[in-house]
């Protein structure tokens, strides 16, 4: 019998959530805050599936409901997206250490 | 593009994204780890595009909103103050709720273009991971506007309890479960719709009874669902990067929760079940007969300038007042003193897992001049003076003292071990904990009863 590929992503699953819980667990806490708004950008990578629901369809069936809510996923990820990396990079800029201080 | 390919590319992005982690674990490394997340980002929305190969009017929409959204994004990042941060990440979380309850309707409405089955005959697998997604993400939804609305203030911070709440949480919890389950029996829309409907109201109900205090753990909770959520989805599409950043994201929500609650010495359970914060009528009683010592920013000036060595402590009056920057030039003026200066940050000072640090630093405080709780709490023993800003219960020494007290056991900053202990602070009131501080009535503490940014600037004036 052929493994089913759900297996297959259920593995990799089960091991990023160990990955995340050691490459957390090595943030430090000083930079915590930043550590929320990075990981608030990066499952927005849910925006690949907004794209393919926004472009299902032909021309005709463009507004259909399903594409409609598929933009308005696209437009609200990528708030996110632009907003969530690009704070955590502002952030990321005011931590700076003695000797590049003066 | 080939499926095979693009799957290669979606694990290149997931891999990415636990490098942009991973470059968290020291200042240094952060700017490039953000930096790899934003290409592990591009790396995924272009193989999405090119696997999808359809360039044509639907694609000018998907970029007319992907602008719109990026451009608002954008001037939100560049415009919104380091004292709003814990709002801004609430509001976040909501986006990316609500965006998983969006992508999981399409997919439910029209699953052939994710090749999930047709309408009425989706695969039963699909089925249950979209609705888990769905529900997730509309809790976190929810749950993450009542945490916005909190915190900015727009809504009382005190936590909102009725009788019998729990017990219709738990209910409406089964019948998420229930609608579901007949769901995936029958397929029919309006079990998912009803589905959809409780879980928004379930989010709402989450999050009332829980106070202002407790909402460090609030939001990194709310983190770690809008990862499960998005790995819901990511199950769904079958999207390896989508199930990676889930589980990254969920994880992180769920480490930065669990240090939140052992900070506050709190069990999960008890953050969830909420109603924390209401004050504590036995110490109101006999705040006014006890006798405190008041100064003003020229004794403050003084002290300090005399002191061999001065902690700062500060909390989430300094945010409020957004002193950070006058605290920064009080050290200054410490320094050119002679005295050592230095932070202590509590883990659940401020509203969000290190919030304190982001405002430091926005102020120009050097990183290697702020330490951890466990990093320098032996350090108060030896110390002339704590300077407390705007903090009041992770100083509180009731935390060791009195079992009765509703912060026993709280890992608290020893800031009664220095020799002198100068609190910043509008009145004697309680904090957010709703208990009274011993520490405002000992002998070697001098209060500074004013406004905490024009205090530290009353100070800097003296120190000069």
Redesign the interface.
């Known amino acids: 019998m052929e493994i089913d590929p759900f297996i297959f992503r259920l593995s990799i699953f089960v091991l990023s959530i160990f990955v995340g819980y050691y490459v957390v667990w090595s943030v430090t806490p000083s930079l915590h805050t930043p550590l929320m708004s990075v990981t608030n950008a990066i499952s927005s990578v849910i925006i690949v599936g907004a794209i393919i629901a926004g472009l299902s369809g032909d021309i005709k069936s463009i507004f259909d409901t399903s594409n409609i809510f598929g933009f308005l996923a696209i437009f609200l990820a990528a708030i996110n997206i632009f907003g969530g990396f690009l704070v955590t990079q502002r952030m990321l800029q005011m931590y700076k250490n003695k000797k590049k201080n003066k | 593009m080939s499926e095979n390919l693009s799957a290669i590319f979606?694990l290149v992005?997931?891999v990415l994204?636990?490098l942009?982690?991973?470059g968290?674990?020291?200042?240094?490394t952060?700017?490039r780890?953000?930096l790899f997340?934003?290409l592990?980002?591009i790396i995924?929305?272009t193989v999405?595009?090119l696997s999808?190969g359809?360039f044509?009017?639907?694609?000018i929409?998907?970029f007319i909103?992907?602008?719109?959204?990026?451009?608002?994004?954008?001037l939100?990042?560049?415009k919104?103050p380091?004292t709003a941060?814990p709002e801004?990440?609430a509001g976040?979380?909501s986006?990316?709720g609500?965006?998983?309850v969006?992508?999981a309707?399409?997919?439910f409405?029209?699953p052939?273009?994710?090749n999930l089955g047709s309408p009425g005959d989706i695969k039963l697998?699909s089925l249950i991971e979209m609705s888990i997604g769905a529900a997730i993400g509309a809790i976190t939804f929810s749950g993450s506007i009542i945490a916005f609305l909190k915190l900015r203030g727009i809504m009382s911070g005190s936590p909102i309890t009725f009788k019998g709440q729990h017990f219709i949480n738990l209910l409406l919890g089964l019948s998420i479960i229930v609608l579901i389950f007949y769901l995936c029996k029958n397929q029919s829309d309006s079990f998912f719709w009803s589905m959809i409907a409780i879980s928004f109201l379930v989010g709402l109900l989450l999050i009332i009874p829980i106070g202002g205090a407790d909402m460090p753990v609030v939001?990194?909770m709310l983190?770690s669902y809008?990862?499960w959520a998005?790995?819901g989805?990511?199950?769904?599409?079958?999207?390896?990067?989508?199930?990676?950043?889930?589980?990254?994201?969920?994880?992180?929500?769920a480490?930065?929760s669990y240090?939140m609650c052992k900070g506050m010495n709190r069990s999960f359970i008890s953050v969830i079940l909420g109603g924390f914060g209401v004050t504590d009528q036995n110490s109101k009683k006999d705040k006014n007969i006890k006798p405190v010592k008041s100064g003003n920013a020229e004794d403050a000036a003084f002290l300090m300038k005399n002191a061999s060595s001065v902690i700062i402590v500060p909390g989430y009056g300094m945010a409020v007042a957004q002193a950070q920057h006058a605290v920064r030039e009080m050290a200054d003026g410490l320094k050119k003193n002679g005295v050592k200066v230095s932070y202590a940050?509590h883990?659940v000072a401020g509203r969000?897992?290190?919030?304190m640090?982001?405002l430091l630093?926005?102020a120009?405080v050097?990183?290697?001049?702020?330490f951890?709780q466990e990093n320098i709490n032996n350090d108060f023993a030896s110390t002339d003076v704590a300077f407390v800003i705007g903090a009041n219960d992770v100083t509180n020494p009731v935390a060791k003292t009195d079992p009765q007290s509703p912060i026993y056991g709280m890992p608290i900053l020893d800031v009664e071990k220095s020799k002198s202990v100068l609190f910043v602070k509008r009145s004697l009131s309680p904090g957010y904990a709703g208990v009274d501080n011993e520490l405002f009535y000992r002998d070697n503490t001098l209060m500074l009863f004013a406004d905490a940014k024009k205090m530290t600037e009353e100070i800097v004036k003296n120190l000069n």
């Open positions: 979606y992005s997931g994204f636990i942009a982690l991973r968290l674990s020291s200042p240094g952060s700017r780890g953000n997340g934003i592990g980002m995924a929305i999405t595009f999808i359809n044509s009017v639907g694609f929409y998907v909103f992907l602008l719109a959204g990026g451009s608002i994004g954008a939100i990042a560049y919104i380091m941060m801004l990440v976040f979380h986006l990316v609500l965006a998983a969006f992508v309707i399409s997919a409405l029209n052939q273009s994710f697998a939001i990194s983190n809008s990862g998005a790995a989805i990511g199950f769904t599409l079958e999207n390896t990067a989508l199930i990676i950043t889930g589980a990254l994201v969920g994880s992180s929500g480490i930065l240090i940050v883990p969000m897992p290190g919030h640090n982001v630093a926005e120009n050097p990183y290697d001049e702020v951890e």
